[in-house]
């Protein structure tokens, strides 16, 4: 039997991950610790398949007591790292929270696997230690430049990519000093079912049916690279299990719409689904709100690499995609009231919205 300690495994893609994991690899033991933070929940794990194989512990990566006991006691022989605190936005108005999970929380993890796999004589190499990152350390890229490759300079820009930056360089030292066996993926922006709706397309899906205001920062014309969670937790898995030890891999989604594009998408996909709805054109509720500060204006992703090494491309066109994702809010009303009852959401519209002016 595997045994697979997932960080940050009751959040969006690390829930989505756990449940593809159960599914992928009957014999795998899924140790998934989360300490719950506005961004987790354990309605996210409801009905797992396999869940007699899943562990859920409700603790911090950077209670160092805490993982290393977590190491030993499930005989862990890979872990999977997402937690962090993930959201740009809140890394411009509280930065403190993703120095210290972001970084301090990695190290801890690095130095329990460290301590759990490289101690003395009983060197191991069948243990993998995968760091889940972003493309945003590779900062913002001008209209005509390529796509970022796993060569691209970092050049992170907000606090949150700055600390991404970090974890990433500090899982690499630890694979050229100790010879911890390391794989890095850096990905692009993820949609699809569990998302909190802080983030662009749940917020603007939820937005337009409740006949909210939808804000869209600056011109709106900024650019990210979309890709379905699911074909993210493939690709995390196909590296796991099969990427080189010590390297990095470049994931995305092959598509870069503007902002505006996506939330006119979503306004043209709802009016098709409520024919009826008194918010209808849905476009009627943009409104182009003061711009994120140091806003990075276009990313997208080379995702030769990982083609190339290990067979992987997304599956999910943004169109299908966009359309399930849509479906996947509006069939479950119950995971919408559960995070609407923490009163997290709500008083983020609040906190976030409230003082920006018109763009
Ligand atoms: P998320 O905010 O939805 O979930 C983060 C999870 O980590 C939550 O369950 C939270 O409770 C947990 N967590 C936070 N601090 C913790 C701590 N100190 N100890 C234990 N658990 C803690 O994030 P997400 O969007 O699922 O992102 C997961 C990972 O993927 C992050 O590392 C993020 O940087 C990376 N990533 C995200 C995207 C994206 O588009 N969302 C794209 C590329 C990479
Ligand atoms: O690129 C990968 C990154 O994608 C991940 O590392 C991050 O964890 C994840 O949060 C995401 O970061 P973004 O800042 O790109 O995602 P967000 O959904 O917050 O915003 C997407 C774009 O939409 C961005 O250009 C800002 C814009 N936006 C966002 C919100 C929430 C708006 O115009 N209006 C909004 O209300």
Not at 84 to 97: K, N
Request: with cysteine; charged share 25%; net charge negative.
């Amino acid at each position: 039997m595997r045994n697979v300690l997932v960080t940050g495994g009751a959040g969006f893609i690390g829930s989505n991950f756990v449940r593809y994991l159960l599914r992928a690899e009957p014999d795998a033991r899924v140790v998934n610790l989360d300490a719950l933070t506005y961004a987790g929940s354990r309605e996210n794990l409801r009905d797992l398949p396999g869940a007699e194989r899943h562990v859920f512990v409700h603790g911090d990566i950077r209670d160092r007591e805490r993982v290393g006991t977590l190491m030993h006691a499930y005989s862990v022989d890979s872990v999977v790292h997402f937690a962090a605190e993930s959201h740009v936005d809140r890394s411009i108005t509280g930065p403190a929270a993703f120095i210290d999970t972001n970084i301090n929380g990695t190290f801890v993890l690095l130095e329990a696997a460290r301590a759990a796999w490289l101690d003395g004589t009983a060197r191991r190499t069948d243990v993998r230690f995968h760091h889940v990152s972003t493309d945003e350390v590779f900062g913002s890229l001008g209209p005509g430049e390529p796509a970022f490759t796993e060569q691209t300079p970092y050049r992170p820009n907000s606090p949150y990519s700055a600390s991404k930056a970090a974890s990433d360089h500090l899982v690499r030292a630890y694979g050229h000093t100790y010879g911890l066996p390391l794989t890095i993926s850096n990905c692009s922006n993820n949609y699809g079912p569990f998302q909190f709706p802080e983030k662009l397309i749940p917020l603007m899906i939820l937005n337009a049916v409740r006949g909210k205001p939808l804000p869209v920062y600056g011109d709106g014309l900024q650019v990210r690279d979309w890709l379905h969670v699911e074909d993210h937790c493939e690709a995390i898995h196909a590296i796991l299990r099969r990427g080189r030890p010590g390297e990095t891999y470049n994931v995305g989604g092959n598509n870069q719409p503007t902002n505006l594009e996506i939330v006119r998408t979503i306004c043209g996909l709802l009016d098709e689904r409520f024919p009826d709805s008194p918010h209808r054109p849905h476009e009627r509720l943009i409104r182009f709100v003061t711009d994120r500060p140091g806003h990075d204006r276009r990313y997208a992703m080379d995702i030769s690499k990982i083609g190339r090494e290990l067979g992987w491309s997304p599956r999910h066109s943004l169109a299908d995609g966009l359309r399930d994702t849509i479906d996947w809010y509006l069939a479950h009303p119950d995971w919408l009231a559960a995070i609407d009852a923490k009163g997290e959401f709500q008083s983020w519209l609040a906190q976030n919205y409230a003082t920006r002016g018109t763009a």
